[in-house]
């Protein structure tokens, strides 16, 4: 089946009353690791790059390599999605290259990490739908910045600092016409999300909650969802890493998230941590290997496992085979008769 737009996903999600985790790649291996996951569960998927990630391994090879995926795995709705670009000419060229949508993240400055205007924020989102819309493409926003730095996109501080403002987000919605909503409630990037277990308390979600009864049909986005799974840091520290102690999103919370509204987690970190503590075993324990399948094998694994896991806990497996793919020339009909 062809790449398909990201809207045609998660309405079908909201429809179905599940989540679609959206996980990040960088390379062949962790594309293909995604696709295995999603043959093994039959679940529908997004794969999404960052800026970074375009820049590491070059659009073309990004794009081809995902042809190659959707034409191995013809059974599977597979989404090609830009993750947090940081303007609308970022967002452009990820258009022109054949994502199938974008992120137009206008609740920080093209640096990634200050925070702008909510005027900003509604006049480059809105330029990114127009121009997404006219050829299919679905668009997600944020409005409210996640916390942390460690990666490259957020405010910094706590996750805390500023949360999404729900009078906000409906205004946002209605000038932008934007199909996916990524909001703030305590999350952030990255391994370090917090320095103790969560409690019930740790992520906002009554904000949440408040937010999607305002909004009872936009479709949500978590982002900052990994869960830095304490197994996963366990294996790193065993094998010579330095992990500080830390705790991340825990699934159940998530879950509460796709009963209130969410449809599309975003998760990178906890792939990360399984592909070091796969490939740092493989150095421990066989210092004298030195061909780098014998320890790419086994970190595509670790990641396809932790891939499944999401999508079982998210709801997505088993839908696979529920969608018939809407061309994006059709999609850019709807939006235009809309
Ligand atoms: O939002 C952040 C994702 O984890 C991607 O991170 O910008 O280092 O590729 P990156
Ligand atoms: P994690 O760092 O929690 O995996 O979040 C990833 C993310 O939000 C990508 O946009
Ligand atoms: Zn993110």
Redesign the pocket.
């Known amino acids: 089946m062809p790449l398909v737009s990201m809207r045609q996903l998660l309405d079908e999600a909201a429809k179905g009353g599940y989540g679609v985790g959206a996980f990040?790649v960088?390379d062949m291996e962790q594309i293909q690791a995604i696709m295995e996951a999603a043959r093994e569960t039959k679940s529908p998927v997004i794969v999404q790059?960052?800026?970074?990630?375009r820049a590491?391994a070059q659009d073309n090879y990004l794009y081809h390599l995902m042809l190659a995926a959707a034409e191995l795995y013809p059974e599977i709705p597979t989404v090609l999605h830009l993750?947090?670009g940081n303007s609308a000419e970022t967002c452009k060229s990820a258009i022109a290259m054949g994502f199938t949508s974008v992120m137009m993240d206008g609740s920080l400055l093209a640096d990634g990490k200050t925070p702008s205007s909510f005027e900003y924020n509604v006049a480059e989102t809105r330029k990114v739908v127009e121009m997404a819309h006219a050829k299919g493409v679905t668009v997600e926003g944020e409005i409210g910045c996640l916390g942390g730095i460690e990666?490259?996109?957020?405010a910094g501080l706590d996750g805390l600092s500023h949360l999404t403002d729900p009078d906000q987000a409906v205004e946002f919605v209605k000038q932008t016409g934007l199909d996916a909503l990524a909001i703030a409630i305590g999350t952030s990037?990255?391994a370090y999300k917090f320095s103790s277990k969560p409690t019930g308390e740790t992520l906002k979600m009554q904000r949440l909650i408040e937010i999607h009864n305002r909004l009872p049909n936009v479709h949500l986005v978590m982002?900052?969802s990994s869960s830095v799974p304490k197994e996963l840091q366990d294996i790193i520290n065993q094998y010579g890493g330095k992990l500080k102690p830390t705790w991340g999103v825990p699934v159940e919370e998530i879950q509460l998230g796709i009963k209130n509204g969410v449809r599309k987690i975003?998760v990178?970190?906890d792939n990360?941590l399984a592909i070091t503590g796969a490939i740092r075993k493989v150095f421990f324990e066989t210092p004298e290997k030195f061909d780098p399948r014998d320890y790419l094998k086994p970190a595509r694994e670790a990641m396809k496992k932790v891939v499944a896991q999401r999508m079982q806990q998210f709801g997505q497996a088993g839908h696979a085979a529920d969608y018939a793919p809407i061309p994006l020339a059709e999609m850019a009909r709807m939006y235009a008769t809309a």
Request: charge should be negative.
């Open positions: 990040n960088n790059a960052s800026r970074g990630a590491y993750d947090h990666d490259g996109h957020g990037h990255g982002h900052g975003n990178d970190t990360r």
